[in-house]
């Protein structure tokens, strides 16, 4: 992944390295760009894409981008509440989870949780995003009644919480239908599910990872439930373990099929698989982690198959750290995620980035690759646009060099374009 000649990629406009792809890359491209669906077969095509072909795709998705939603990118200012790191589920690609009798298990009081939220909301934050563990003896009941103690103190605080693994989870404790369920969470103050737990949604892939988890069938019936209530979600992906590229076009088609039946999503969000502290990676069972050259295809195939169906691609900067983030921004993404405040769950895995970005760090990161900061609320209202620069903004001390895709001379534009 070099600059070519010096040059940086993004001065390649993207008509003349569509003209360079190869015709079976270029096709489903041109496709794209003129807002038509793409199907498997094409969708696989662009999965497996290389050299000038994989500079197409990144180039035509952030055109495609551009077109969706303009040339802002926005964050939310948020706080993570990571309320217990004890379960029972033992999914092998996750180093977060404890036993009740570990030294470092933990599980906070609901008066913890929401004094976390108070000095969130009073530090700026207009969303707590809530998940945690699934201990053995968890009260059914017990996502619904912190929401409650949440939103008694914070009635305008949005409750972003609890993935379709812990509703599930809390249906099997309370014996409650599912949507009677959902209904009680939104009633006690939930604002939006984060559509994580989805991992891949193909079962047999699912099996390696975890045999305990939801299925497929299951993840989906949460989804559309809650979006039928009016429960927005997000939508995502975890890459890099041991799926192959027919699973990502599998996955982004179903959430396009959903979102086009339920229009519930609010984004997509890839999720680089964190290796390290893992036992599917320690023991074998999966690759190092996604590859720069992966996170490039992903973010952007995601944006040529959701074209529109799903307006917002997301990057988490707590997988990819700040420079690959700022590369898959040019490569069809278009929102930066939250500062969450405190991030716990990646950090447990082995990643190198969690804890808390502020604002002015976004901004400033944001600026350097020509595009507009926005503050956004949780389902994607601005709330805030920063035309130029404010005191608050600096870069953060941990900038890496930026991966860029490498091209072949034919492409780069010529001296003085």
């Known amino acids: 992944m070099l600059k070519p000649a010096g040059l940086e990629w993004r001065e390649i406009p993207w008509e003349r390295a569509l003209s360079a792809a190869s015709p079976d890359v270029a096709g489903p491209l041109e496709k794209a760009l003129a807002g038509t669906d793409l199907s498997m077969e094409e969708g696989l095509t662009l999965a497996k894409v290389e050299g000038n072909d994989l500079l197409a795709l990144v180039k035509v998705a952030d055109e495609i981008r551009r077109r969706v939603v303009g040339d802002r990118i926005t964050y939310v200012v948020n706080?993570?509440?990571?309320?217990?790191?004890?379960?029972?589920?033992?999914?092998?690609?996750?180093?977060?989870?404890?036993?009740?009798?570990?030294p470092d298990a933990y599980f906070h009081s609901t008066d913890t949780l929401v004094a976390k939220s108070v000095e969130a909301a009073e530090l700026g934050a207009t969303e707590v995003c809530i998940?945690?563990?699934?201990?053995?003896?968890?009260?059914?009941?017990?996502?619904?009644?912190?929401?409650?103690?949440?939103?008694?103190?914070?009635?305008?605080?949005?409750v972003h919480a609890y993935s379709p693994m812990e509703i599930t989870y809390g249906v099997e404790k309370t014996r409650l239908p599912l949507r009677?369920?959902?209904?009680?969470?939104?009633?006690?103050?939930?604002g939006s599910i984060p559509g994580t737990a989805a991992e891949i949604l193909d079962d047999q892939v699912r099996k390696s990872l975890s045999p305990n988890k939801l299925k497929v069938r299951q993840w989906i019936e949460v989804v559309r439930t809650a979006h039928d209530l009016g429960?927005?979600?997000?939508?995502?992906?975890m890459y890099g373990h041991t799926e192959l590229p027919e699973h990502w076009v599998k996955h982004l088609l179903l959430l396009r099929e959903i979102q086009k039946e339920t229009h519930g999503f609010t984004e997509f969000v890839p999720l680089g698989f964190i290796h390290s502290q893992t036992k599917l990676f320690q023991k074998g069972g999966a690759r190092a982690g996604r590859s720069v050259h992966e996170d490039l295809i992903v973010h952007a195939l995601a944006r040529v198959l959701l074209n529109g169906h799903i307006p917002n691609i997301q990057v988490s900067w707590v997988k990819l750290g700040f420079e690959e983030s700022l590369a898959c921004l040019e490569a069809g993404a278009n929102d930066f995620g939250g500062t969450l405040m405190e991030e716990s769950i990646s950090k447990a895995a082995g990643a190198n980035f969690g804890e808390y970005?502020?604002?002015?760090e976004f901004r400033a990161m944001i600026r350097t690759i020509g595009r507009i900061p926005a503050e956004r609320a949780t389902t994607y209202k601005i709330r805030r646009v920063f035309e130029y620069p404010d005191a608050e903004e600096r870069l953060p001390l941990d900038r890496l060099p930026i991966f860029v895709p490498q091209a072949s001379p034919a492409i780069m534009p010529p001296t003085g374009y």
């Open 79 to 102: 706080r993570n509440l990571n309320f217990t790191n004890v379960c029972i589920v033992g999914c092998a690609f996750c180093g977060f989870s404890r036993g009740p009798d570990s």
């Open 131 to 158: 998940q945690g563990g699934l201990p053995k003896d968890l009260d059914g009941y017990y996502y619904v009644e912190l929401l409650r103690a949440i939103k008694a103190r914070l009635p305008d605080l949005h």
């Open 180 to 190: 009677e369920y959902m209904q009680m969470l939104k009633d006690a103050g939930l």
């Open 231 to 237: 429960i927005p979600s997000t939508s995502t992906m």
């Open 357 to 360: 970005v502020s604002p002015g």
